[in-house]
């Protein structure tokens, strides 16, 4: 008897287990110190959850992400794309791939931002996410649940729907974008770092934003700055040397605070 993996099952599972893994790897390198944006001292003591919370938390997302990803390739997954479909073109791939990386970036910087901006959704939900001062890999997910569906799950099904994209295409996606996720609240400022090349939203960008003085910036995530360029939210920052080893990003010196 052949076994086989629904695409459907496999774009449910994979990100989550990509999730972890990634995590995992960024846990390993945490004691580089020399390449930290905080110290361990300061990731220690300035966070405000303890880990096996988060741990928690992210557990909980994550079963109802999966939930609500399984229902969703049900439905539109089944009969909504062809064998040809699964076998789109690069050029095919490609415009799929940027058009849910838009979405979904467009969709969670105007939910993120709300939820700051309102002082009820920021004190009873995203406050949960803040709690993370010094922000960690496996942290990158951890939200209040109601926050995971409305940023994180529903943006992602409102990419996955109106790009066009197959199932088996979306494993590769989420997968991507839960890599860049964790990515950017790895904390570690390492060489060679491609994501630190190709995206100016990066890790040191969005430790910005978890800091006091940069929580009304850099809403943008996972992907672009734009934005944050075009409504007036992007801080710069340059990268300094701490004298006890490692990187801490501050706000560029012409930055001016309207």
Request: proline share 3%.
């Amino acid at each position: 008897m052949d076994f086989h993996v629904s695409d459907q099952l496999l774009g449910t599972f994979v990100p989550i287990i990509v999730y972890w893994v990634y995590s995992g790897i960024y846990m390993l390198l945490g004691s580089l110190e020399n390449y930290r944006l905080h110290s361990k001292k300061d990731e220690d003591e300035k966070n405000l959850v303890s880990k096996g919370a988060v741990i928690r938390g992210v557990l909980l997302q994550q079963m109802v992400q999966a939930i609500v990803a399984y229902i969703l390739f049900k439905v539109a997954g089944d009969s909504g794309h062809s064998a040809a479909e699964q076998k789109a073109s690069v050029f095919v791939l490609a415009r799929q791939f940027l058009t849910a990386m838009v979405l979904l970036d467009t969709w969670q910087y105007f939910m993120h931002r709300f939820m700051h901006q309102n002082k009820f959704l920021y004190r009873h939900i995203h406050s949960l996410h803040h709690r993370l001062v010094v922000p960690y890999a496996y942290g990158a997910l951890y939200n209040h649940p109601l926050e995971g569906l409305i940023l994180d799950t529903t943006g992602g099904a409102i990419s996955f729907l109106v790009s066009g994209m197959s199932p088996r295409a979306s494993i590769f996606f989420f997968s991507f974008a839960t890599i860049k996720t964790v990515d950017d609240h790895c904390g570690l400022w390492l060489p060679g770092n491609l994501f630190h090349v190709l995206f100016k939203n990066n890790t040191a960008y969005h430790d910005v934003h978890h800091q006091l003085y940069g929580s009304k910036y850099n809403y943008s995530q996972p992907f672009f700055v734009i934005w944050d360029r075009i409504l007036g939210t992007y801080m710069p920052y340059t990268l300094e040397k701490r004298p006890a080893g490692g990187f801490e990003a501050r706000p560029a010196e012409d930055y001016k605070d309207d």
